[in-house]
């Protein structure tokens, strides 16, 4: 798994995970902004970006070679902050390896899986082979709040995305439910959600932020499914790195 650090190698180590169908290039307005508060560690998750020669599987087996990455980089402990599909992966780390994770910022998890899942799946093997279209790539870029300058990286990652990583990744995606050690994890935990995301997402960001009691619940005014590119400044803002 590709992975990739900036920032200031003497702060607190932040790993950041991307979501579903970009890479850790969506990251970038956010270190931007971040500055040298922080040692950023931001792979590229399995089928996504540079990683994109070895197809996304499963959540589990992610999670499994993110707690290597955090077990080399980071053995004492790092912020985790995901969104989205990486979002889930941050309450999958949170849950199962609390040690390596001393905060959790969890944006636009879906944790409230779809009755009917099948349906959407056969949809998106049929429309899967669109995404190696530049016009289609640019016509999601709009959707996803990808902004001009990253359009170019969005649209050279979809047309390498596999249609086994975007069926993998938006299965486990749209079948997520909350693992049982995320109501045990005791460490600082803050969950967003966009105020224009669909209702869905309210609800799984209700049912996160209940299922960890010491956690702190933010809906994100005049924001879409898309919070890390709409504001990025509000990583900056908010716990542990603001003032």
Known sequence: MYVDEVGN??????????????????WRPVAERLGAKARI????LPGHGNSA?????????????????????????ATVAGFSLGA?????????????????LVVSAQAKPLRFPGATLGLLAATAPLARQEWFAKLQAKQLFIPDELLADYVRDSARTSRATLLA?????????LPAGWSEFKNPALVMVGER??????????????????SRLITVPDCGHGIPLQRPDLFADHHPFGP
Do not use: C
Not at 56 to 76: C, G, I
Not at 92 to 103: K, W
């Open 9 to 26: 190698a003497q702060a607190p180590p932040l790993l950041l995970l991307h979501g579903g169908g970009v890479a850790g290039w969506m």
């Open 41 to 44: 560690i931001v792979p590229d």
């Open 53 to 77: 020669a070895e197809p996304y599987r499963s959540h589990e087996s992610t999670a499994q070679a993110l707690v290597k990455v955090l077990e080399e980089r980071a053995p004492h402990g």
């Open 88 to 104: 889930q992966l941050t309450i999958l780390l949170a849950a199962t390896r609390p040690d390596l994770v001393t905060s959790a």
């Open 169 to 177: 990744s938006v299965g486990e995606n749209i079948r997520f439910t």
């Open 197 to 214: 995301e669909r209702g869905l997402m309210h609800a799984s960001a209700r049912a996160i932020h209940s299922a960890a009691p010491g």
